[in-house]
């Protein structure tokens, strides 16, 4: 068997394969059976902070509603309080999971301000958990921002989070910045110990009969590996912390590519969806396959071996144009 221990947010991870936050990380059970499955690590099911101002808002009026309440119980919710019950279960889903798993639980928070939930972590680290990641998304869709000010909030959520920890902190990002290449260097100086790149967001859909707006695809496919495939090889040695890949990764051999891009680990949620925990088995037993195949001992022996500055080719991970390329292409039939 062939080594596939790797370093990940300070973490030792057994092997690369995390499973990413989603509905298959939100239960004590189902995680317990990912672990047993082989994975690496997991991130739980963020803890949204739009939920947390819901769940308040809607305390608040229902308290409201009862014909009283006291100045100091706004101030409370106000300053000091979150979702008390979705938070409190949270932390009891991490104290459990420390107590029944060994591998690394990294708690997830998606947030959008810096203010009002910023107390949270400091319990997350004491439940236990092993790292925080952010999943941080400000749409760039308000014609009155700059991409400056939305890229500050960025910086002001991680300033804020970082004094409240000491556990590794990540930041899971979207693609939709004006500079993706100095905003991910720029994250990568900001004292974060790693970034995902990328989520994939909720998108609406229209139903062209009954004009309702749908949901689309909620699962990726395998062609969505392309985009975070590129930027974990054009950017994992020019970044100050470490990369994992998110997005599109549905099999081994998806797994091997974002590692010889250079991501230090590699988030999957989809492939797990559909095929179930035990998928993750299978894609282990192809890196492992894969690296006797190719004598690799240690994962350091190949990480990053295709990365951009690794390449004898690097122009062809910034060719973005077809141009003469593919000129005579015709569609053969799948
Ligand atoms: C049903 C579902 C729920 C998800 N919930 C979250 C979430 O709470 N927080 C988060 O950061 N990402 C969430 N994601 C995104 C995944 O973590 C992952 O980034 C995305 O699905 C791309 O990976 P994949 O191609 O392996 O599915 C969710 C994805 C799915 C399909």
């Known amino acids: 068997m062939a080594n596939t221990k790797v370093s990940y947010l300070g973490l030792e991870l057994k092997n690369p394969v995390i499973v990413g936050s989603s509905g298959l990380t939100d239960q ?23 939920e947390i101002i819901i769940e308040k808002e809607s305390k608040l009026s229902q308290m409201n509603t009862s014909g009283f309440i006291y100045p100091e119980t706004i101030d409370f919710y106000e300053h000091n309080d979150g979702p008390k019950e979705k938070s409190a279960e949270y932390l009891e889903l991490i104290r459990n999971l420390k107590k029944k798993v060994s591998i690394p639980v990294i708690a997830s928070i998606n947030c959008i301000t810096a203010s009002q939930w910023t107390f949270f972590p400091r319990e997350l680290e004491m439940a236990g958990a092993d790292a925080l990641e952010l999943n941080l998304f400000i749409l760039p869709s308000d014609l009155n921002r700059t991409a400056e000010d939305n890229e500050k909030i960025y910086f002001e959520i991680i300033d804020q989070v970082k004094k409240q920890i000491s556990i590794p902190l990540s930041v899971k990002i979207s693609y939709y910045f004006s500079n993706l290449a100095t905003m991910i260097g720029k994250l990568s100086e900001s004292g974060v110990s790693g970034i995902v790149l990328f989520n994939r967001f909720y998108s609406p859909d229209f139903d062209i009969d009954t004009f309702d707006i749908t949901s689309g695809n909620v699962l990726s496919s395998p062609g969505d590996l392309a985009l975070s495939l590129r930027w974990i090889a054009i950017m994992s040695d020019r970044v100050k912390c470490d990369l994992a890949a998110s997005t599109g990764v549905h099999n081994g051999q998806a797994l091997i590519k974002q590692l010889l891009a250079g991501a230090s680990a590699v988030q999957v949620v989809t492939a797990i969806y559909k095929y179930g925990p035990e998928y993750i088995t299978k894609m282990l037993d192809e890196l492992n396959t894969w690296m006797n195949k190719h004598k690799f001992k240690s994962m350091d022996q190949f990480v990053g071996k295709m990365s951009q500055s690794a390449s004898s080719n690097p122009a062809s991970y910034e060719r973005v144009q077809f141009m003469k390329y593919f000129r005579g292409f015709e569609y053969k039939g799948s």
Do not use: R, Y
């Open 28 to 50: 004590l059970g189902s995680i317990m059976n990912l672990e047993k499955a082989g994975a690496g690590a997991v991130v739980l099911k963020s803890l949204f902070e739009e």
